[in-house]
């Protein structure tokens, strides 16, 4: 989900790792990775009881020194990463086998004809416009030359500001961005809100460290501007591109880290469309809001103010001809990978190999199908339900889901550190978790999209504006419960804060996370853990600031609160002790929510494991016991291997830890783990007791 679509659905956290390349990222099942992953998923269906793979384990690493080696070493050592992923794990494993059902989709579709109109035709035809690589090349920039001319005749900053409100619709060279979203103190309305943007590096500490690799990379950066501008054949690529970095750089400067905009409260800043033109003066806010189809907004959400003041300072200061040369550049970068092959080539260049470490571009066929579910998704995704939804998936998934509430309440009333006023407040949170499995009971409608097979810029313009129009039309109107955030063949899930809702995908319904022939004990350490980590997050260190009703509203007691916080900055000391790549540790306060919801997630479903099978005899299956089968079921999850491009890019820009920590960091603090494999004083996996956290 690109961050307009999220900002606009409100704030969710989703389960997965973050995307690691130029291409949305992929992800798995159940067997070594050197088998086609459909028959992975059968195999591992088929072949234990248990539903671990014990080809995948190395017996040689002791489980109280390195657990997740233990689980999941032989596959480490056997798997190649393949040469157009930045990192492959049971994610990827199973995103590449989503990728390849919707692919025979499509291309079924692709060889017919269809009515004009209908949803195989735009499908179909989609498809067939990115695959038209023949008459993308005749064309070269042509496809461009429109939105060039008009970037080239603007005479004002005035002008410049209602373009930048015009083109929120297309999100490139935009320094901020406006959506329309639940209002996180009234979810039951909608609001405007606005967010800082415009950066071509995934994130602004890349301009800031000074270190030897992050100048080296800011100079990269530099050539594939310059790159793009000799292909356009702009003159003065090089000043063009110091002009560029400079205004990228100033924007960096003013904008917030991911840490500080983790921050609910500090985020939320409700004003009126005097208060910003008084927060950020010189900025055309009328004419901006106009353009971009809100100028009769009362009040706007302005989410990181010290940044808006800047920005209206440097729009005022950088010359309109330099704005030009970042406009020109950010409409190449946007649509690079749609243009003609050198185009293609140098994006990839740049974003697959240079950031993410990818070897080789995925085939033209795969980005095709991306480019498919990217803007018809829920349109695909219709198509995969009736063609690889089990429905006894569901009926499975209610069960275990109440299974873990009933686990979270007993969980919260134990709770040792909270206040019995806070516990009532948080139990009538849990209370009102809505659930949404598989996919909507509504179907999203296409009919503003009109799709032609010969043309492919044209096509994603005309999805883009149908899409902002949607979004930018809720004003006024009553909040869609029937919203889903994330597509059905999507390997992840999520939670809502405003929803207050915990969503699965049909897709994540699969082996290692789920499977119908698995025994209980390795079902809720995967899927159970999973779910017990979206419970969690509407109580970790930013859900829980909201109610059950989804609105921002402090529900704590003091002391309480104090409690909270002492056991959250032991679990930031811990995360930030560990050093996956060169000098790079990992962002304790940047992950907190997610370590968070780990924890609390595999605690509770642990608790959840018990209940369910308290009256049944404790079998003992492959050699392990329940519990030991509980605790490998969460291990195998999370087998992955980064490129080392990738891994720093995903330390740097977060938040979920890379998948060892979430195995290590998640244990070494569960007691229960300590029982089930007799892990001692003096064990890599141990830690003192008064240095172990639980929240949950």
């Not at 002791?62 to 190649?80: E, K």
């Not at 008459?135 to 004002?156: D, H, Q, T």
């Not at 690079?336 to 185009?343: D, I, M, R």
């Not at 490129?643 to 720093?648: G, H, S």
Request: proline share 4%; aromatic share 10%.
């Amino acid at each position: 989900m690109n961050r307009v679509s999220a900002l606009a659905l409100g704030v969710a956290l989703s389960l997965g790792l973050a995307a690691c390349s130029s291409q949305p990222v992929a992800n798995n099942s159940v067997a070594s990775s050197a088998e086609p992953a459909q028959q992975q998923s059968q195999q591992g269906s088929q072949q234990l009881g248990s539903g671990i793979n014990p080809a995948n384990m190395d017996t040689s690493v002791a489980p109280q020194q390195d657990f997740f080696r233990y689980v999941n070493g032989n596959w480490l050592a056997s798997t190649d990463i393949p040469a157009d992923k930045a990192r492959w794990g049971s994610f990827d494993e199973l995103r590449e086998n989503a990728e390849k059902q919707v692919l025979a989709i499509i291309q079924e579709l692709a060889a017919g004809e269809h009515a004009t109109g209908s949803d195989a035709q735009k499908m179909a035809d989609l498809y067939r416009s990115y695959l038209n690589e023949e008459l993308i090349n005749v064309l070269g920039l042509n496809p461009l030359r429109g939105e060039i001319a008009r970037i080239e005749n603007l005479r004002s900053k005035a002008q410049l500001g209602q373009y930048w409100g015009e083109n929120q619709r297309f999100r490139f060279g935009t320094p901020l961005a406006v959506y329309v979203g639940q209002d996180q103190r009234q979810s039951d309305q909608y609001i405007t809100g606005a967010s800082q943007a415009g950066l071509g590096l995934p994130d602004r500490d890349y301009y800031l460290k000074d270190d030897e690799r992050s100048k080296v990379l800011l100079a990269q950066y530099r050539s594939f501007i310059e790159n793009l501008w000799q292909l356009a054949g702009w003159d003065n690529a090089g000043q063009a591109a110091e002009n560029i970095l400079a205004i990228e750089t100033k924007l960096a400067e003013a904008q917030w880290s991911r840490i500080q905009n983790r921050d609910r409260n500090a985020t939320y800043n409700k004003l009126s469309k005097a208060e910003l033109a008084e927060l950020a003066p010189g900025f055309d806010w009328p004419r901006f809001l106009t353009a971009a189809q809100l100028g009769d907004i009362e009040h706007i959400v302005v989410r990181q103010p010290s940044y808006f003041t800047a920005f209206a300072k440097i729009q005022a200061d950088v010359p309109l001809a330099q704005w030009q040369q970042y406009l020109k550049f950010h409409l190449l970068r946007a649509n690079a990978n749609n243009l003609s092959e050198p185009f293609v080539n140098a994006s990839f260049d740049f974003y697959g190999r240079t950031l993410s470490g990818l070897q080789e571009q995925r085939t033209r066929e795969k980005r095709a199908v991306s480019t498919v579910e990217s803007n018809l998704g829920f349109m695909v995704g219709k198509q995969y339900v009736e063609r690889h939804f089990q429905p006894e998936a569901k009926a499975r998934m209610d069960e275990m889901i109440e299974n873990l509430r009933v686990a979270f309440k007993e969980a919260i009333d134990e709770l040792e550190w909270m206040s019995p006023a806070t516990k009532v407040e948080a139990q009538a949170k849990l209370a009102k978790f809505n659930t949404k499995i598989g996919y909507p009971d509504v179907w999203r409608d296409y009919e503003c999209v009109t799709i032609a097979a010969d043309d492919l810029l044209g096509n994603l313009r005309r999805s883009a504006e149908c899409e902002y129009q949607r979004m930018v039309d809720r004003l006024g109107q009553p909040v869609n419960r029937d919203e889903w955030g994330m597509t059905p063949q999507t390997v992840n899930a999520y939670y809502s804060s405003t929803m207050n809702e915990i969503v699965f995908p049909a897709a994540i319904l699969q082996p290692p996370f789920f499977n119908v022939e698995a025994d209980d004990a390795v079902n809720y350490g995967a899927i159970g853990g999973v779910i017990g980590h979206e419970f969690t997050h509407g109580f970790d260190d930013q859900g829980r600031r909201s109610d059950g009703e989804g609105n921002l509203r402090d529900w704590w007691l003091s002391e309480d609160e104090s409690q909270f916080r002492e056991r959250a900055q032991r679990m930031i000391d811990q995360y930030s002790n560990f050093n996956p790549i060169d000098d790079l540790r990992l962002q304790g306060a940047l992950g907190l929510g997610e370590n968070i919801a780990d924890l609390g997630g595999l605690t509770v479903s642990y608790r959840a494991y018990q209940n369910a099978t308290k009256d049944q005899p404790a079998a003992t299956i492959d050699g392990f016991t329940p519990e030991q089968r509980f605790f490998m079921g969460w291990a195998q999850v999370w087998r992955i291997k980064f490129r080392d491009e990738a891994l720093r890019q995903q330390v740097i820009t977060g938040p979920h830890s890379p998948g060892m920590y979430r195995v290590l960091g998640v244990l070494s603090n569960m007691p229960e783990f300590y029982d089930a494999f007799e892990v001692k004083p003096g064990d890599a996996m141990y830690r003192e007791e008064d240095v172990r956290v639980k929240i949950w």
